[in-house]
């Protein structure tokens, strides 16, 4: 009886932690490509972080290569974000935006969005996504492996919002979270130097659930081998 009331305690521990330390940032993984994947490799060794924070009416939004071994080499050419809720009248959350990184390996100039390859429609909006396309060439200037690049932009958002606050503002009608992020990466291992696409997709409650579960089964499973 013990065991289960600390299984139990343990239970809603996990599934509490788990959103509370996920609140660093949001990573979005490469989710679709044209092109063969190596062997060994997997697109979701292509990893963006994004984070944000909102200070004196200013959010600053922060983009990381964030890609794992064997992955080496991608980078991010484009990257995507939307700034305004097509739900609302007045929907904006982000705008204006202020590119702060422009170094002689990170520089990128921003525009209108006519979407990520692989999901033109899913990242095209009545109000343009704004893209941060590197400049040339590219492959030099864009986002690689540990490589970091900032934006600010005015904001809607309370001070002290974050990247959560972000993606909450479009919950609620048919303009969700959903590819409100993205990147097109080139020159990638993982695809044999080609390119591939990231978008950020909601996870499903059932997915979170299920880690707090696997960690319960392992505590289990060692008790009794203990």
Not at 69 to 88: C, G, M, N, Q
Not at 165 to 178: M, R
């Amino acid at each position: 009886m013990r065991f289960s009331s600390l299984s139990a305690l343990l239970l809603v521990f996990v599934v509490i932690a788990l959103p509370l330390q996920a609140r660093a940032g949001v990573t979005i993984y490469g989710t679709q490509t044209d092109h063969p994947i190596v062997p060994g490799s997997d697109l979701t060794d292509v990893r963006m972080d994004v984070d944000l924070l909102v200070a004196g009416g200013v959010a600053t939004m922060t983009f990381t290569n964030a890609s794992i071994w064997p992955e080496l080499s991608a980078v991010f050419k484009e990257i995507v974000v939307d700034t305004y809720d097509d739900d609302e009248a007045d929907g904006a959350v982000l705008w204006d935006p202020v590119i702060l990184t422009n170094t002689p390996s990170v520089s990128y100039s921003w525009g209108d969005s006519n979407g990520l390859p692989g999901y033109e429609t899913l990242t095209s909006d009545g109000v343009f996504l704004v893209e941060f396309q590197a400049d040339a060439p590219p492959v030099q200037n864009g986002i690689g492996p540990g490589e970091v690049f900032q934006v600010q932009f005015d904001t809607s958002l309370a001070d002290g919002s974050d990247i959560f606050d972000y993606l909450a503002f479009f919950n609620g009608g048919e303009d969700t979270a959903n590819y409100t992020l993205g990147f097109h990466a080139i020159s990638a291992d993982v695809v044999d130097g080609q390119s591939l696409t990231g978008v950020y997709e909601v996870p499903e409650p059932a997915t979170v659930l299920a880690g707090a579960l696997g960690l319960l089964v392992l505590l289990r499973w060692r008790k009794a081998r203990g």
